[in-house]
């Protein structure tokens, strides 16, 4: 089973240069989240979905955007690359509340 | 708002010696507890979990106890070997509300032959 899939892997952007990250799932899991890990801070949530059709900010929103047009697809953008933005990024997935998350092998991107 | 925090590393140890790792949880009612594993290179891997008071979770050797009187959520391992080198997160999901997964900042263990 492949889990939580993302793409890419690695990524170098330019500073103003916009990228999707994609993170697809074939758990048929509700809830999908995207969080950064930057280093002493654990991790931090961006952006989160409880299903398809709907997104939702977490901790750290400003300066991306997330959309969720299919049940196993989680995107996350960035339209405008700010080398504040470098950091690894995890997708994950869970059935319902209360349960475990399962996690992607993040995407390090450097914005230069 | 709920939070996590867990000591802070580095964390070095000779193999076979004793682990604990310390966590401590802010939450309001009875949220899910989890420790998760991260190996260089990779994502996070799910260690163990408890989601009711007094609950103990195990895998792969190591535990941790839901201890409601104290917040804590103590991960330990009677002997840790070189493998077990990586970085530990403790973590907790509240109920209701977002029901977002709240992360500790992470504790890197390095464990020497």
């Known amino acids: 089973n492949a889990g939580v899939t993302q793409t890419p892997k690695f990524r170098v952007l330019k500073t103003g240069q916009s990228m999707t990250l994609l993170c697809a799932q074939d758990?048929?899991?509700?809830?999908m989240y995207w969080y950064r890990q930057d280093p002493g801070m654990g991790l931090r949530l961006i952006h989160y979905s409880v299903g398809e059709g709907t997104t939702a900010k977490g901790e750290v929103p400003d300066g991306y955007n997330v959309s969720r047009l299919k049940k196993q697809n989680f995107l996350l953008g960035l339209e405008s690359a700010a080398p504040s933005q470098t950091s690894v990024y995890f997708c994950?997935?869970?059935?319902?509340?209360?349960?475990?998350?399962?996690f992607g092998q993040g995407t390090r991107l450097t914005v230069v | 708002g709920d939070s996590v925090t867990q000591m802070e590393g580095p964390v070095t140890l000779s193999e076979e010696a004793f682990l604990t790792i310390n966590c401590t949880y802010t939450a309001t009612g009875y949220p899910s507890l989890f420790w998760y594993v991260q190996y260089p290179g990779e994502g996070l891997q799910l260690l163990l979990k408890?989601?009711?008071?007094?609950d103990k979770g195990s895998n792969k050797g190591f535990e941790a106890t839901y201890r409601k009187e104290t917040t804590s959520f103590h991960l330990e391992k009677g002997s840790v070997q070189v493998s077990d080198s990586a970085v530990y997160f403790c973590?907790?999901?509240?109920?209701?509300?977002?029901?977002?997964?709240?992360f500790g900042a992470g504790t890197r263990l390095t464990v020497k032959p």
């Open positions: 994950a997935s869970s059935p319902t509340q209360g349960t475990e998350a399962f």
């Open positions: 408890a989601t009711k008071a007094d």
């Open positions: 758990m048929n899991h509700e809830y």
């Open positions: 973590a907790l999901r509240p109920l209701g509300g977002n029901n977002d997964m709240r």
